[in-house]
């Protein structure tokens, strides 16, 4: 497939996991502890496993697997939020695909399907539209979700219905920004983190200058990646090029999509349509301050949130779940008490275990490999 | 199915005289009720159809006369499937087209050769009789093309949204050679893993043809029969350990059904399995993994090795199995578990799939 197979090229590969090695042997750092690199994109998570990128790696180098999957970080009574909406006999409950296993308190919204919830998947927020146009006796509802990667789009929809003097068509808005989000992480006590794989398609949105804090404040250098395998394993290159040589800077490897100033257009058009809340409730990181994105006055009409009576559940994670302690790379997946056992991808208990780019699922569906050859974690 | 709203009567049944014809538009309850009009879809649509000499006589049930089955072999192969795809008709295929083939398949893959099938219909009130017409011309096609003889039916209608149009059920009967003796639980260290051409044109082509994701690609099912395939590939060896068509779950659950059943690992590299390049730019875009995809005239063969390359030139001599290509091999650890070797030069678990394939969101 052209345009893809060129950065899937073994032969590269093999000739960046050989500079890698070289590279950290001029870390010290690297003697005493293995360097730990945080991925905060889950696209990034899924590449990692689907190619195997960590076994090319030296083990002085471990990714941490970061917070940037929006469908792992959602807490559980959002989802109740959600089901309570589907649940209403007037409204069409439509959301991404993978966002329908993710477990409430209650149940999912698959399961709010099977038992008679009219719950639809869509591709894109402006097929919830296309229903709602369709289906003017019901209310549709979109379920937006997802970091600055997908917020252009919805804010785009909601632009277009109120342009199109759409009544019927509302959004339950649980976007959510990563700058606040990565502040709050390394603000955490715990974290050892050395430097930053940056999100490639946030970044697309926001451009590169928003990170600039990470390499001044924290002195951590940050490289934003493209999801490629050749991609993670070049702007890990990167990363490590900037520790063996003392720098912390924000770098680009996705030059190929990511603009220094992002993409204006999509920048107003959440302008436009957003607005910060003051706090927003993660799973396993609780509340983090102005993390959490909702829809401005303006927009109230085509606001889930003001529309409908929605209970805002709030739940606490399950006790025995270490998420959080995953998210921020404290402990591993397979450290965790119920990895495996009470936490599986078919009986999730936390929601990284649920989505294909979360952490654990990762590791569970493609992690084994190691633990059946008795690798350490 | 609730009584009220069920009604229905065997096909075979009670002598009918083929003179009936169907004056209706749409399939109404009447056509599943036993009378004058039941007889005239059956007549006109079905026996027009399929007709053959077990089906002629239309007794209540078919009468399959035991030596000829026992000249064919010293086994019965006996299966059963339910058809419920949607959308009826797709680029490659129909419903009609599956509902054949994908019986004729499973008996096919034990190595049984397809002799009679039954075929049992579910039709939705309000069901256009064209469209049945055209479901019904698709099954006696294959079934020609395959050499099996559909040799009793049942016709039930239910109300409007009692169920989605149309649904069927066939079930197959074939019977096994006395030399022939295939297993998931039969696959060695050492022996090879073969597919018979690209993998997940089908699942592709129904995703597409949903029309829910606005892509444009030219990707047609590859819906059909795989009894002449399996009867070169047992022509060829009489070491073909395992075989199984690679249906719902695609060819990462038939790997795993091997490697779990037989207790040894499968390695397989990416590079080698054979993917259509829209099927893998389809995936791209929408996050699945062609390996999980259903395939609906694609089998998994685990072959000794002495007799891997004698097993491949057979298949690709024969048309569907044109494409086919040695994709990895047996190994004893770890055992349970299948690996693949990317493409990238790392290594992964292809798993069991949980749940649904649902596409990720960014």
């Given at each position: 497939m052209k345009y893809v197979d060129e950065?899937?090229?073994?032969?590269?590969?093999?000739?960046?996991?050989?500079?890698?090695?070289?590279?950290?042997?001029?870390?010290?750092?690297?003697?005493?502890?293995?360097?730990?690199?945080?991925?905060?994109?889950?696209?990034?998570?899924?590449?990692?496993?689907?190619?195997?990128?960590?076994?090319?790696?030296?083990?002085?180098v471990e990714f941490v697997h970061g917070p940037g999957c929006p469908v792992c970080v959602l807490p559980m009574g959002r989802v109740d939020d959600c089901?309570?909406?589907?649940?209403?006999?007037?409204?069409?409950?439509?959301?991404?695909?993978?966002?329908?296993?993710?477990?409430?308190?209650?149940?999912?919204?698959?399961?709010?399907?099977?038992?008679?919830?009219?719950?639809?998947?869509?591709?894109?927020?402006?097929?919830?539209?296309?229903?709602?146009r369709k289906h003017p006796e019901r209310e549709v509802i979109f379920f937006g979700l997802g970091f600055e990667t997908t917020m252009p789009s919805t804010a785009m929809t909601l632009i277009q219905a109120r342009a199109q003097g759409v009544r019927n068509f509302s959004l339950f808005c649980n976007h959510i920004t990563i700058i606040p989000t990565i502040k709050a992480m390394l603000d955490s006590p715990e974290l050892k983190l050395d430097g930053f794989l940056g999100p490639g398609h946030v970044s697309m949105v926001i451009g590169t200058r928003p990170y600039a804090f990470i390499a001044r404040h924290y002195r951590k250098p940050i490289t934003i990646a493209g999801f490629e395998p050749l991609d993670v394993l070049q702007s890990m290159w990167m990363v490590l090029k900037q520790l063996a040589e003392g720098r912390c800077e924000v770098e680009n490897q996705y030059g190929r999509i990511v603009a220094e100033k992002g993409n204006p257009k999509a920048l107003a058009a959440i302008q436009?349509?957003?607005?910060?809340?003051?706090?927003?409730?993660?799973r396993g990181l609780g509340s983090i301050d102005h993390s959490g994105i909702r829809v401005r006055a303006g927009y109230a009409d085509f606001d889930a949130e003001r529309k409908f009576q929605v209970p805002n559940i709030r739940i606490a994670d399950p006790k025995s779940c270490q998420c959080g302690e995953v998210l921020k790379g404290v402990i591993k997946p397979r450290q965790c008490k119920v990895f495996g056992t009470a936490c599986t991808p078919e009986t999730p208990l936390g929601s990284l275990m649920v989505s294909t780019e979360g952490a654990c699922a990762a590791y569970y569906n493609y992690g084994r490999l190691d633990a059946a050859r008795g690798a350490p974690a | 199915m609730n009584e009220v709203r069920e009604s229905g009567a065997k096909t075979a049944s009670q002598g009918i005289r083929r003179t009936?014809?169907?004056?209706?538009?749409?399939?109404?309850?009447?056509?599943?009720?036993?009378?004058?009009?039941?007889?005239?879809?059956?007549?006109?649509?079905?026996?027009?159809?399929?007709?053959?000499?077990?089906?002629?006589?239309?007794?209540?049930?078919?009468?399959?006369?035991?030596?000829?089955?026992?000249?064919?072999?010293?086994?019965?192969?006996?299966?059963?499937?339910?058809?419920?795809?949607?959308?009826?008709?797709?680029?490659?295929?129909?419903?009609?087209?599956?509902?054949?083939?994908?019986?004729?398949?499973?008996?096919?893959?034990?190595?049984a050769k397809p002799l009679f099938l039954s075929c049992a219909m579910?039709?939705?009130?309000?069901?256009?009789?064209?469209?049945?017409?055209?479901?019904?011309?698709?099954?006696?096609?294959?079934?020609?093309?395959?050499?099996?003889?559909?040799?009793?039916?049942?016709?039930?209608?239910?109300?409007?949204?009692?169920?989605?149009?149309?649904?069927?059920?066939?079930?197959?009967?074939?019977?096994?050679?006395?030399?022939?003796?295939?297993?998931?639980?039969?696959?060695?260290?050492?022996?090879?893993?073969?597919?018979?051409?690209?993998?997940?044109?089908?699942?592709?082509?129904?995703?597409?043809?949903?029309?829910?994701?606005?892509?444009?690609?030219?990707?047609?099912?590859?819906?059909?029969?795989?009894?002449?395939?399996?009867?070169?590939?047992?022509?060829?060896?009489?070491?073909?350990?395992?075989?199984?068509?690679?249906?719902?779950?695609?060819?990462?659950?038939?790997?795993?059904?091997?490697?779990?059943?037989?207790?040894?690992?499968i390695r397989i590299r990416e590079?080698?399995?054979?993917?259509?390049?829209?099927?893998?730019?389809?995936?791209?875009?929408?996050?699945?993994?062609?390996?999980?995809?259903?395939?609906?005239?694609?089998?998994?063969?685990?072959?000794?090795?002495?007799?891997?390359?004698?097993?491949?030139?057979?298949?690709?001599?024969?048309?569907?199995?044109?494409?086919?290509?040695?994709?990895?091999?047996?190994?004893?650890?770890?055992?349970?578990?299948?690996t693949m070797r990317t493409a990238f030069g790392g290594e992964r678990v292809v798993d069991m799939l949980v749940g649904e394939q649902l596409p990720r969101i960014c």
């Open positions: 950065f899937r090229d073994p032969e590269k590969a093999q000739a960046l996991a050989s500079d890698i090695r070289r590279l950290v042997g001029c870390i010290p750092r690297a003697r005493r502890r293995p360097l730990q690199i945080m991925e905060v994109c889950g696209g990034h998570t899924h590449s990692i496993f689907r190619y195997g990128i960590q076994q090319m790696l030296p083990e002085e089901v309570a909406l589907a649940e209403r006999p007037e409204v069409i409950f439509t959301t991404f695909g993978d966002a329908m296993r993710v477990p409430g308190s209650r149940k999912s919204l698959l399961k709010a399907k099977a038992d008679g919830a009219d719950v639809r998947m869509v591709y894109s927020p402006l097929d919830a539209l296309m229903l709602a436009e349509v957003f607005e910060l809340r003051e706090f927003f409730e993660w | 009936g014809r169907v004056r209706d538009s749409h399939i109404n309850l009447s056509h599943g009720s036993g009378g004058k009009a039941m007889r005239a879809l059956i007549e006109d649509v079905f026996l027009g159809a399929f007709a053959n000499p077990v089906l002629d006589p239309l007794e209540d049930q078919a009468m399959l006369p035991l030596a000829e089955l026992a000249r064919h072999g010293d086994r019965l192969a006996f299966t059963t499937d339910s058809y419920v795809v949607d959308p009826l008709f797709f680029p490659g295929g129909d419903i009609g087209t599956l509902a054949v083939s994908g019986t004729v398949n499973d008996l096919a893959v034990s190595g579910v039709l939705e009130e309000g069901l256009a009789v064209e469209t049945l017409r055209r479901v019904v011309a698709s099954m006696r096609s294959v079934a020609g093309e395959a050499g099996v003889s559909i040799v009793t039916g049942d016709t039930k209608v239910v109300e409007k949204g009692a169920a989605d149009k149309l649904f069927i059920n066939t079930c197959g009967i074939g019977v096994v050679r006395p030399d022939v003796c295939m297993s998931a639980r039969n696959a060695r260290p050492g022996d090879v893993v073969i597919a018979s051409g690209v993998l997940g044109d089908h699942g592709t082509a129904i995703l597409i043809a949903r029309n829910q994701l606005a892509l444009e690609a030219e990707v047609a099912s590859d819906c059909q029969p795989l009894h002449g395939l399996v009867a070169a590939m047992l022509a060829a060896s009489q070491n073909i350990h395992c075989l199984r068509d690679a249906t719902r779950g695609g060819a990462a659950t038939v790997l795993n059904e091997f490697a779990k059943s037989s207790e040894v690992s590079r080698d399995v054979p993917i259509r390049e829209q099927v893998k730019g389809a995936c791209e875009i929408l996050g699945l993994d062609p390996l999980f995809l259903a395939n609906e005239g694609k089998l998994i063969a685990v072959v000794a090795e002495a007799d891997a390359a004698h097993v491949l030139a057979a298949m690709r001599a024969h048309p569907a199995g044109a494409e086919a290509a040695i994709i990895g091999e047996v190994t004893a650890h770890p055992a349970g578990i299948v």
